[in-house]
């Protein structure tokens, strides 16, 4: 894992976690630069600042459910296209030319 540290010239530098808490010099401009410290957990509004607010408007997960219960009938989406690997036979998406599975080369000349 690394940290993520700015110098005070500005230059953005990745370290090793295994520095954390100590000083070094940016390998750039060789200004002095205090590592962090890392404990590991984030506070509510460190959270907040990195998801920005809830606005429930935006939430598609939500709304989608509770505008599901309100419908008397259900509409099935359509399952994305199949095919089968030649190798393994499991079935992987039809756009897929690598096996996930056994990483077989699958693609023919009309994927192309």
Do not use: W
């Not at 002095?32 to 984030?42: A, E, N, R, T, Y």
């Not at 989608?64 to 994305?80: E, F």
């Amino acid at each position: 894992m690394s940290i993520q540290v700015t110098c005070p010239n500005g230059h953005v530098l990745r370290v090793k976690s295994c520095f954390a808490g100590k000083v070094g010099l940016c390998p750039t401009c060789k200004a002095k630069v205090l590592v962090p410290q890392i404990d590991g957990s984030f506070s509510e509004e460190e959270i907040i600042d990195v998801l920005g607010p809830h606005d429930p408007s935006q939430s598609g997960a939500g709304s989608t459910i509770v505008s599901n219960r309100s419908l008397d009938h259900t509409v099935a989406s359509p399952a994305p296209p199949k095919k089968s690997c030649s190798k393994c036979n499991r079935e992987i998406a039809a756009g897929t030319h690598i096996c996930p599975f056994c990483r077989t080369y699958i693609a023919s000349l009309k994927d192309l």
